[in-house]
């Protein structure tokens, strides 16, 4: 495809249900990132991956959190146990390279009621 | 702590009218600053950046901002707004290579 592209575009979990949001960065890129944006909220640097290795994960807000890029390309943002706090849109980038222009997917909007 | 800021939360203009939106930063050295354009169910769409050089960078869509190191700030702005420009927009900056910072964001209302 010729952009980034998530799935789901939306999703509802009761809370305690676990989620798996998908991210497929740009055919080529070498890094990719996660982000999380609350509702009225600039989005929030997760965490980012250079090829399959996870390169800082700073941002992850608790241990329930989990991404993978296990074939340096697909990405996968795992969520366990969501609380209602986890609600807001989690928006993947890639890039050609650390540094060069990140180019966002639609994101996912994750609601946990 | 290193933080992005865009004083103003909505901005209204009329159609044809000049833009301008703020963002200032704070952080120890001067980071790349970046303007992003975020439209409802559609991902962040990068306007313009800047690393160095020339402080004033011509962006996409008729924009432009103005790096201002005295000022910590990077102004963005448009001479005249079309309907379409009607969205959100994001300041960001990165010190390191690669993690951005936002600003919280400015909502942009065009009218008639």
């Known amino acids: 495809g010729a952009g980034v592209s998530q799935s789901p575009r939306y999703k509802v979990a009761k809370r305690g249900q676990d989620v798996a949001l998908r991210c497929d960065p740009i055919?080529?890129?070498?890094?990719l990132f996660w982000y999380q944006q609350a509702l009225g909220q600039g989005p929030e640097f997760l965490t980012y991956?250079?090829?399959?290795?996870?390169?800082?994960k700073s941002g992850l807000p608790s241990d329930r959190f989990f991404a993978e890029r296990p074939e340096g390309s697909v990405s996968t943002l795992k969520i366990q146990r969501t609380q209602q706090e986890d609600s807001a849109v989690y928006l993947c980038?890639?890039?050609?390279?650390?540094?060069?222009?990140?180019?966002f997917g639609p994101g996912t909007r994750l609601l946990v009621l | 702590a290193q933080s992005v800021t865009q004083p103003d939360i909505h901005i209204t203009v009329s159609e044809g009218a000049s833009l301008e939106l703020r963002c200032n930063y704070s952080y120890g050295a001067t980071p790349y600053l970046f303007w992003y354009v975020q439209s409802p169910g559609q991902g962040l769409q990068l306007l313009l950046k800047y690393f160095s050089g020339d402080t004033l960078v011509q962006g996409i869509k008729g924009f432009e901002a103005e790096f201002k190191r005295s000022q910590s700030s990077f102004n963005l702005r448009k001479p005249s707004v079309h309907w379409s420009d009607a969205a959100e927009y994001f300041c960001a900056a990165a010190l390191n290579d690669y993690k951005l910072s936002f600003g919280a964001g400015t909502t942009v209302t065009v009218r008639a």
């Open positions: 980038a890639s890039s050609s390279l650390a540094g060069e222009t990140q180019y």
């Open positions: 055919s080529g890129h070498v890094s």
């Open positions: 991956f250079q090829n399959e290795a996870q390169l800082d």
